[in-house]
């Protein structure tokens, strides 16, 4: 396949989204506003009322009723999509498992902001981190160019019939969401067939026939019934089935539109930035690692084996890829944005160090609670942290495994 | 909009169910027969979504279903805007021609917790917007399925397990909210209320709601022998009395303009029709309480207001002067 001619707009990350959204032949839009999320509903609300889409955008009111909304349009066959931040996300929580659980395969952007209180509208994770074992699969994006082609793939991911699940896109509160970017958008058509038309899996109903799974009068089934003890184990395990499936369709559904677009983000799961010979690694996701890339190279300048890992699909939790990335390294920094308060470190640091106990590679493994409530992270901190893990090989000891940087101590 | 549809005995008895027989409804369960009612007056395809609740969790429990036709149940609190979700999609796939082109109704049913308390933000939304479905509020005046704790929707004095006839407060103090008024306040095309007594008027009233070009509530009362302590028989005598004594009028709301029902409409001209409470509360062991001399008084209190609402919703009727 050849790759498509593109034109190159000035997008900011929620633009970039809204795009991809107008493109996609979605159906329905369900969404409330929320900052720093809003400009992707006012751009969509832009695209209804000029007739640039043929989408039912509803202006619900609350994210709980934007999900709901969603839930429901997708069970009758709809291809949707909503979009929130922070506390709305939190709202939705009840939701995201009752989407995850009836197999609707919703597409939303989560624009990360940080959770109350105290209030504040700027980055961190926590938003999406508490929401990781819900079932939806989670695609975090570096820059606004990923966001634009990461919204696209998510149809494509959602909607395989083997997967059939939710996922969210998280793209950093202001640093990519209101920050312009050049962004190349692949031409509508090209977009339009690469999405395609929605997918049904095909299930034997209570009436004994095979039939599309969604509400549809001519094949009535039954959705979200009572499920006790008898049967709910079940189907649990087979959602999970469905997301151990998606690092594969990821991965597929990556590298076809990297034929089409040209652009590639690691493996679709995980990004190796000079990993191959690295001695100390940090491990992040997010807008920060373009961050971290700059300082790689700089200390690889200076002759310092410097790598990162960014992992871009955190759910599913491409496990075998991370396990293979870090496995020359010898001290790995594992960055996170949100707090497991009472915990021992935040959620990635818990990942990273819990696989690689089965590993048989035993590197240094310390966390970096970092950014929180949109605290800047210049190259000096990352800096302190390469340093940090160049001191751990030198004195082959950790002082502390988990730490806070950049605030006052 | 009105239906001229009129149903008799034989259609009714002659309209394939919807909602099947072998659900775990209790014995003289009010709502199983106000849904049962309500899904004959279905015209045509139709997708039904439930909040949780009672006939939620009796009309279905894997690999079991009572429903023969598409159903979703998500949540508790958002069943409205469950409603809104199916009606978008209905409409935009059949604009692009990904289902079959004919029109296919949207039935939402919720109770009472689900509609006067955890639903009614949702709710208040959909009708806002201008959703084209019929909501059908069952309301058996408590959280029956959880075990008979009080609602907004429970009316004053009847003991629940969140608020019991104790030593010192006789059941619940708080006074039934008037969920139907709120949606006519909204300013929606159609609301009425009905009562499973009268069948007709009620399968009458879930036609019209269905036929209505955008939003409709239909308020159905639905006793409930578990939590109003009743016999599983009188059912339908206090689905009865409970409108010969004005506590539940039935009346219809069409663009904002109030109308009484017949039986209602009887009582208005002719006052005398009209039956004390007492009668009703008695037969109901939620209110047994009140029939001591230390709470006897609360007897009173619920003649007083169910006069002073009979007495607005006459003057909504313009019917003030022959009450």
Same mark, same amino acid.
């Given at each position: 396949?050849?790759?498509?001619?593109?034109?190159?707009?000035?997008?900011?990350?929620?633009?970039?989204?809204?795009?991809?959204?107008?493109?996609?032949?979605?159906?329905?839009?369900?969404?409330?506003?929320?900052?720093?999320?809003?400009?992707?509903?006012?751009?969509?609300?832009?695209?209804?009322?000029?007739?640039?889409?043929?989408?039912?955008?509803?202006?619900?009111?609350?994210?709980?009723?934007?999900?709901?909304?969603?839930?429901?349009?997708?069970?009758?066959?709809?291809?949707?999509?909503?979009?929130?931040?922070?506390?709305?996300?939190?709202?939705?929580?009840?939701?995201?498992?009752?989407?995850?659980?009836?197999?609707?395969?919703?597409?939303?952007?989560?624009?990360?902001?940080?959770?109350?209180?105290?209030?504040?509208?700027?980055?961190?994770?926590?938003?999406?981190?508490?929401?990781?074992?819900?079932?939806?699969?989670?695609?975090?994006?570096?820059?606004?160019?990923?966001?634009?082609?990461?919204?696209?793939?998510?149809?494509?991911?959602?909607?395989?019939?083997?997967?059939?699940?939710?996922?969210?896109?998280?793209?950093?509160?202001?640093?990519?969401?209101?920050?312009?970017?050049?962004?190349?958008?692949?031409?509508?058509?090209?977009?339009?067939?690469?999405?395609?038309?929605?997918?049904?899996?095909?299930?034997?109903?209570?009436?004994?026939?095979?039939?599309?799974?969604?509400?549809?009068?001519?094949?009535?089934?039954?959705?979200?019934?009572?499920?006790?003890?008898?049967?709910?184990?079940?189907?649990?395990?087979?959602?999970?089935?469905?997301?151990?499936?998606?690092?594969?369709?990821?991965?597929?559904?990556?590298?076809?539109?990297?034929?089409?677009?040209?652009?590639?983000?690691?493996?679709?799961?995980?990004?190796?930035?000079?990993?191959?010979?690295?001695?100390?690694?940090?491990?992040?996701?997010?807008?920060?690692?373009?961050?971290?890339?700059?300082?790689?190279?700089?200390?690889?300048?200076?002759?310092?084996?410097?790598?990162?890992?960014?992992?871009?699909?955190?759910?599913?939790?491409?496990?075998?890829?991370?396990?293979?990335?870090?496995?020359?390294?010898?001290?790995?920094?594992?960055?996170?944005?949100?707090?497991?308060?009472?915990?021992?470190?935040?959620?990635?640091?818990?990942?990273?160090?819990?696989?690689?106990?089965?590993?048989?590679?035993?590197?240094?493994?310390?966390?970096?609670?970092?950014?929180?409530?949109?605290?800047?992270?210049?190259?000096?901190?990352?800096?302190?942290?390469?340093?940090?893990?160049?001191?751990?090989?030198?004195?082959?000891?950790?002082?502390?495994?988990?730490?806070?940087?950049?605030?006052?101590? | 909009?009105? /239906?001229?549809?009129?149903?008799?005995?034989?259609?009714?008895?002659?309209?394939?169910?919807?909602?099947?027989?072998?659900?775990?409804?209790?014995?003289?369960?009010?709502?199983?027969?106000?849904?049962?009612?309500?899904?004959?007056?279905?015209?045509?395809?139709?997708?039904?979504?439930?909040?949780?609740?009672?006939?939620?969790?009796?009309?279905?429990?894997?690999?079991?279903?009572?429903?023969?036709?598409?159903?979703?149940?998500?949540?508790?609190?958002?069943?409205?805007?469950?409603?809104?979700?199916?009606?978008?999609?209905?409409?935009?796939?059949?604009?692009?021609?990904?289902?079959?082109?004919?029109?296919?109704?949207?039935?939402?049913?919720?109770?009472?917790?689900?509609?006067?308390?955890?639903?009614?933000?949702?709710?208040?939304?959909?009708?806002?917007?201008?959703?084209?479905?019929?909501?059908?509020?069952?309301?058996?005046?408590?959280?029956?399925?959880?075990?008979?704790?009080?609602?907004?929707?429970?009316?004053?004095?009847?003991?629940?397990?969140? /608020?019991?006839?104790?030593?010192?407060?006789?059941?619940?103090?708080?006074?039934?909210?008037?969920?139907?008024?709120?949606?006519?306040?909204?300013?929606?095309?159609?609301?009425?209320?009905?009562?499973?007594?009268?069948?007709?008027?009620?399968?009458?009233?879930?036609?019209?709601?269905?036929?209505?070009?955008?939003?409709?509530?239909?308020?159905?009362?639905?006793?409930?022998?578990?939590?109003?302590?009743?016999?599983?028989?009188?059912?339908?005598?206090? /689905?009865?009395?409970?409108?010969?004594?004005?506590?539940?009028?039935?009346?219809?709301?069409?663009?904002?303009?109030?109308?009484?029902?017949?039986? /209602?409409?009887?009582?208005?001209?002719?006052?005398?029709?009209?039956?004390?409470?007492?009668?009703?509360?008695?037969?109901?062991?939620?209110?047994?309480?009140?029939?001591?001399?230390?709470?006897?008084?609360?007897?009173?209190?619920?003649?007083?207001?169910?006069?002073?609402?009979?007495?607005?919703?006459?003057?909504?009727?313009?019917?003030?002067?022959?009450?």
């Amino acid at each position: 396949m050849e790759v498509a001619k593109q034109k190159v707009l000035a997008l900011n990350g929620d633009e970039a989204v809204a795009y991809a959204v107008k493109q996609s032949d979605v159906d329905v839009v369900s969404a409330y506003p929320i900052t720093p999320q809003t400009i992707i509903v006012e751009r969509f609300s832009e695209y209804v009322a000029n007739g640039e889409v043929d989408t039912e955008f509803i202006c619900v009111e609350s994210e709980h009723s934007a999900l709901s909304a969603c839930l429901t349009a997708s069970a009758t066959g709809a291809r949707v999509f909503t979009a929130t931040a922070s506390a709305g996300l939190a709202l939705m929580h009840e939701i995201l498992y009752v989407t995850s659980g009836c197999r609707a395969p919703v597409v939303m952007a989560v624009v990360n902001r940080a959770l109350s209180a105290p209030i504040n509208i700027h980055c961190d994770h926590s938003d999406s981190m508490v929401e990781r074992d819900c079932s939806w699969i989670q695609l975090y994006a570096e820059n606004s160019q990923e966001v634009y082609d990461s919204i696209i793939q998510a149809f494509r991911i959602a909607e395989n019939p083997e997967i059939s699940l939710p996922v969210m896109v998280g793209l950093d509160g202001f640093s990519l969401s209101h920050t312009l970017e050049n962004v190349q958008v692949l031409p509508d058509d090209v977009v339009r067939k690469f999405v395609g038309t929605r997918q049904f899996p095909f299930i034997k109903g209570h009436e004994g026939k095979t039939v599309p799974f969604k509400l549809d009068p001519e094949n009535p089934l039954s959705m979200g019934p009572l499920d006790l003890y008898d049967y709910y184990f079940e189907h649990k395990r087979q959602q999970e089935e469905a997301m151990q499936k998606a690092p594969k369709v990821i991965q597929q559904v990556h590298d076809e539109y990297a034929q089409t677009s040209g652009r590639r983000y690691g493996n679709g799961l995980i990004e190796r930035y000079n990993l191959e010979d690295a001695e100390i690694a940090a491990v992040c996701l997010g807008s920060t690692a373009g961050t971290v890339k700059t300082v790689v190279d700089e200390l690889r300048a200076e002759g310092v084996k410097a790598g990162l890992l960014r992992i871009r699909t955190f759910r599913p939790l491409p496990v075998e890829e991370i396990i293979k990335a870090l496995e020359n390294v010898k001290a790995v920094a594992v960055m996170d944005r949100s707090l497991s308060f009472g915990g021992y470190g935040g959620a990635v640091f818990h990942e990273i160090r819990h696989i690689l106990y089965d590993a048989h590679i035993h590197p240094y493994v310390v966390n970096y609670i970092y950014g929180l409530g949109g605290r800047d992270t210049p190259r000096n901190l990352i800096h302190k942290i390469y340093q940090d893990l160049q001191k751990i090989l030198q004195t082959r000891r950790v002082e502390k495994p988990v730490k806070f940087i950049g605030l006052r101590e | 909009m009105t /239906s001229e549809y009129e149903f008799t005995a034989k259609d009714i008895v002659e309209k394939p169910e919807i909602l099947m027989s072998g659900h775990r409804a209790c014995a003289g369960c009010g709502p199983a027969t106000a849904l049962r009612l309500v899904l004959k007056a279905v015209r045509g395809p139709t997708i039904i979504t439930h909040a949780t609740g009672c006939m939620e969790v009796v009309s279905t429990i894997y690999p079991y279903t009572a429903w023969k036709v598409p159903w979703i149940h998500t949540a508790f609190e958002n069943v409205a805007a469950n409603a809104s979700g199916i009606e978008a999609a209905l409409k935009v796939l059949r604009r692009k021609g990904r289902i079959k082109d004919e029109h296919v109704d949207v039935i939402a049913f919720a109770g009472d917790g689900g509609t006067f308390d955890i639903g009614i933000q949702a709710l208040s939304g959909a009708v806002e917007r201008g959703h084209d479905f019929l909501y059908v509020l069952y309301d058996n005046e408590a959280y029956m399925n959880t075990g008979i704790q009080r609602s907004g929707g429970t009316p004053h004095g009847a003991a629940t397990t969140t /608020s019991p006839a104790g030593s010192v407060i006789p059941g619940k103090p708080e006074y039934k909210k008037p969920i139907a008024d709120i949606m006519v306040a909204h300013g929606m095309p159609y609301v009425a209320t009905a009562s499973p007594y009268y069948w007709k008027d009620l399968i009458t009233k879930a036609r019209k709601g269905i036929e209505v070009d955008g939003p409709a509530f239909l308020h159905v009362i639905a006793p409930c022998p578990r939590g109003w302590r009743y016999d599983t028989d009188k059912t339908i005598e206090i /689905s009865r009395l409970v409108v010969e004594n004005c506590i539940f009028p039935l009346w219809e709301a069409i663009d904002g303009e109030y109308q009484l029902t017949e039986p /209602s409409q009887a009582i208005a001209l002719n006052p005398q029709k009209k039956k004390p409470v007492r009668e009703y509360l008695q037969m109901q062991g939620r209110f047994r309480h009140l029939f001591t001399p230390k709470f006897e008084k609360v007897i009173d209190e619920i003649q007083r207001i169910t006069d002073k609402r009979w007495q607005r919703l006459l003057k909504k009727c313009e019917m003030a002067q022959t009450a």
